[in-house]
Nanobody, 121 residues
Framework: QVQLVESGGGLVQPGGSLRLSCAASANIFSIYYMAWYRQAPGKQRELVATTTSGGSTNYADSVKGRFTISRDNAKNTVNLQMNSLKPEDTAVYYC???????????????WGQGTQVTVSS
């Protein structure tokens, strides 16, 4: 069964940096789209950044120039480097991926359990 396991969240002061990582836990036939979302208290989940298997990336306007998404196709991992963090970046961050688990299985949408990022002095 495919699982996405996130790590790297925590408490950081404004202006600081954090690096989130997400790893797929099982042998996987193919991973297409990978992304990071976040959800702040009382708000809807929002897209933060995406990356395709070919390496194309896209970012929410609120994080452009501060966050960088990257993936390692050989290791089935995706990372989110977050710099110049602001209090408004405080949220639970979720890894998301479009995965085909095996050659006989169809593609599906998978989510990690979330990791808390808190930006506060």
């Amino acid at each position: 069964q495919v699982q996405l396991v996130e790590s790297g969240g925590g408490l950081v002061q404004p202006g600081g940096s954090l690096r989130l990582s997400c790893a797929a836990s099982a042998n996987i036939f193919s991973i297409y789209y990978m992304a990071w979302y976040r959800q702040a208290p009382g708000k809807q989940r929002e897209l933060v950044a995406t990356t395709t298997s070919g390496g194309s990336t896209n970012y929410a306007d609120s994080v452009k120039g501060r966050f960088t998404i990257s993936r390692d196709n050989a290791k089935n991992t995706v990372n989110l480097q977050m710099n110049s963090l602001k209090p408004e970046d405080t949220a639970v961050y979720y890894c998301n991926a479009d995965i085909r688990p095996s050659v006989v299985a169809g593609r599906g949408d998978y989510w990690g359990q979330g990791t808390q990022v808190t930006v506060s002095s």
